[in-house]
């Protein structure tokens, strides 16, 4: 994802920060008023329940023309209200919905195969691009750390094959002249098995999190005192 260039990987980033930039105050009210209805009644949740939500479950045939993005089960990604995703316990448990998962990721992995390569040229434009923002962070005070967090079976050979760590993960880190963090360096973390190839699970993300703290106070310039066990 991080050096997809795919317009439709942008479309809802751009979307949120243009947003929140310029939320008016009745979209502000209103975010207020459904807070807490939203939390009672689980018929407001527009992403998942709402009538275009049920329609997009019925995943139609793509057609000449018009393509059918596939559809994630709902209980892969729940949203707290403080922004935190998760997958929920009964999806770790119910192999129908981890194999649908996986099935998408294999459909991505399918198309990819079909695309050209991408050309240094566009490579190198993303790490120009990335060492830009970089160093406007660091020019204004801030610290700049990347994490590769963990992925297992055939989706980490794959991504080993396309994104191979010397040509992606290792050139970032020289280009931009930040530290990183690959879960594959650290025992602690690399031996997490991904219910869907490509995310934690909650009690894992738990686990993984209160070890990348302590590794994060062995980077220079990184150490933090967490004031809660």
Known sequence: MFFSTAP??????????????EQTPAQLASFMINKPLESMFVFLDKDHLSLNAKLDELELKSRPGVFMMPVFPMDFERCTFDRQMYMTPAFVADTVQCNKVKSIWQFFASMSKKAPLMPKSELDAIFKSVKIATDKIKARGGQV???????SGPYLQGENIVFPREKYWDRLLAETQCPGIHFMDYPAIAHFDCP????????????FT??????????DGWKINPTTK
């Open 8 to 21: 439709h990987n942008a479309e809802n980033p751009n979307k949120n920060i243009k947003y929140f930039h």
């Open 210 to 219: 209160k070890e990348f703290v302590k590794i994060l106070n062995t980077v």
């Open 145 to 151: 750390l990347f994490v590769r967090t963990p992925s």
């Open 196 to 207: 869907e190839f490509s995310h934690l699970q909650l009690k894992d993300a738990v686990t």
